[in-house]
């Protein structure tokens, strides 16, 4: 029996200090559009306040956190237990392996409601990850532009839009010199879920 061909890149670029991947179409529109419909419905959502400098914010999203062995994950002063993985995030925890062989065992899902909702600048660095961690984002529902930038070099900026059914991959160096988010936008939008799939240690 042939051997199946994994998905090429749809965007590739040459980072320094990290890896990148993005594949666009990377799941087919009735099967992004089933999984929206189903996290959207099933996973049990919830807004926690984050402390930043001092002061305590509720989350300008909900979020959800999963994973196959039931610990404790620890990221902006909260302390999250986990629940189980669910049938559709396993399915998607083994279509991650057409391209990645990187064994992850958690997922954080966030649920963007409209253009308010947001990630400010950071970097998926917790201790819990260890060194350099690799990171696998889906994201379903409306496009929303992702920003990343080196630490250091500033003249490394980059944007991109991440659409309906599309996987990106933060691998090598990437979350230790380079920080990401998810800005605001005042323009119209529809909701969004993204699901960062890890590796706790």
């Known amino acids: 029996m042939p051997k ?24 087919s529109e009735g099967e992004a559009d089933y999984y929206y419909k189903t996290f959207l419905e099933t996973i049990p959502w919830q807004q926690d306040n984050v402390k930043v400098f001092g002061k305590v914010y509720a989350q300008p999203r909900l979020t959800s ?10 990221y902006s002063g909260l302390t999250l237990h986990p629940h189980p993985m669910t049938a559709a995030l396993l399915e998607l925890l083994n279509q991650i392996q057409k391209v990645s062989h990187y064994d992850f065992n ?20 917790e201790k819990e990850l260890g060194k350099h961690p690799q990171i696998a984002s889906f994201s379903f529902g409306a496009n929303r532009f992702f920003h990343f930038k080196h630490r250091k ?3 490394e900026r980059y944007k991109m839009e991440l659409h309906h059914g599309s996987l990106l991959l933060m691998e090598g160096g990437m979350q230790e010199h380079w920080l990401h988010q998810i800005p605001k936008t005042k323009k119209p939008m529809e909701p969004r879920i993204n699901l960062t799939f890890r590796k706790i240690i």
């Open 4 to 27: 199946s061909i994994p998905p090429t890149p749809s965007w590739q670029p040459k980072l320094i200090d990290a890896q990148l991947r993005y594949f666009q179409n990377f799941l």
């Open 65 to 74: 956190l999963h994973s196959t062995r039931l610990s404790t994950y620890t």
């Open 106 to 125: 958690c997922v954080l899902l966030n649920l963007y409601r409209d253009g308010s909702d947001s990630n400010g600048w950071h970097a998926d660095n």
């Open 153 to 155: 070099i500033e003249s």
